[in-house]
């Protein structure tokens, strides 16, 4: 590890030292990813990282070309003390809204840990309902460590979802794009209409549904 890549990890586990040699303490991160596309699930992780060994490279998840992150992935859940990834579906997105939905991913992944965290470190959303004292941060993906590998392993697992989906419905380009509005994307929405995993809340600007 350089002294460069060193020396990013000791700020962005600024906030984790304060957590990490309390006895009373079990420190999660929690993110989201997934919440602006036009189909496909939102997606949230909360994960449980130890304070040693610390994972080069792992930043806010949107800071890390595509490779990086798949590189990084095993090693993060190889390590974490625990980590769970709950996908909220678009049906849900469309009945209860986008915000609400990304409440419940939020909610169902920590419920899913089977090692619970006593404190959160989260990204910029409050007032969840959980067993776990809160710590927002804003911008907290770029900030936090154990944020940022919530997003990274979030990141991963919805993208390799909407790879999948990709082999089932070829025509929006969802390997591409992970269904977020570009141009083409939206070009084949308007040709073939909407498939199950759009959101169609999100889409009645560009088509009829």
């Given at each position: 590890?350089?002294?460069?890549?060193?020396?990013?990890?000791?700020?962005?586990?600024?906030?984790?030292?304060?957590?990490?040699?309390?006895?009373?303490?079990?420190?999660?991160?929690?993110?989201?990813?997934?919440?602006?596309?036009?189909?496909?699930?939102?997606?949230?992780?909360?994960?449980?990282?130890?304070?040693?060994?610390?994972?080069?490279?792992?930043?806010?998840?949107?800071?890390?070309?595509?490779?990086?992150?798949?590189?990084?992935?095993?090693?993060?859940?190889?390590?974490?003390?625990?980590?769970?990834?709950?996908?909220?579906?678009?049906?849900?997105?469309?009945?209860?809204?986008?915000?609400?939905?990304?409440?419940?991913?939020?909610?169902?992944?920590?419920?899913?840990?089977?090692?619970?965290?006593?404190?959160?470190?989260?990204?910029?959303?409050?007032?969840?309902?959980?067993?776990?004292?809160?710590?927002?941060?804003?911008?907290?993906?770029?900030?936090?460590?154990?944020?940022?590998?919530?997003?990274?392993?979030?990141k991963v697992q919805?993208?390799?979802?909407?790879?999948?989906?990709?082999?089932?419905?070829?025509q929006y380009q969802?390997?591409?794009?992970?269904?977020?509005?570009?141009?083409?994307?939206?070009?084949?929405?308007?040709?073939?209409?909407?498939?199950?995993?759009?959101?169609?809340?999100?889409?009645?600007?560009?088509?009829?549904?």
């Amino acid at each position: 590890m350089t002294e460069k890549e060193r020396a990013r990890l000791e700020t962005i586990t600024v906030y984790e030292r304060e957590y990490w040699g309390r006895q009373d303490c079990i420190l999660g991160g929690m993110d989201e990813v997934g919440r602006g596309p036009l189909a496909g699930p939102v997606a949230a992780c909360c994960i449980i990282m130890p304070s040693d060994p610390l994972i080069e490279f792992v930043n806010d998840s949107k800071k890390l070309s595509e490779s990086r992150r798949s590189k990084i992935y095993p090693t993060l859940i190889d390590t974490a003390v625990d980590y769970c990834v709950a996908f909220v579906e678009p049906e849900t997105i469309d009945s209860i809204n986008i915000l609400e939905a990304t409440r419940l991913a939020f909610t169902n992944a920590y419920y899913g840990m089977k090692v619970k965290p006593t404190d959160l470190m989260i990204d910029a959303l409050q007032g969840l309902k959980l067993d776990a004292e809160q710590h927002i941060l804003i911008h907290g993906d770029a900030l936090s460590y154990s944020i940022a590998a919530a997003s990274i392993v979030a990141k991963v697992q919805r993208d390799r979802y909407m790879i999948e989906m990709d082999r089932v419905y070829p025509q929006y380009q969802f390997a591409k794009n992970k269904g977020y509005g570009t141009a083409e994307h939206i070009e084949a929405l308007r040709k073939y209409g909407p498939c199950p995993i759009h959101r169609l809340s999100f889409i009645s600007k560009f088509v009829q549904h």
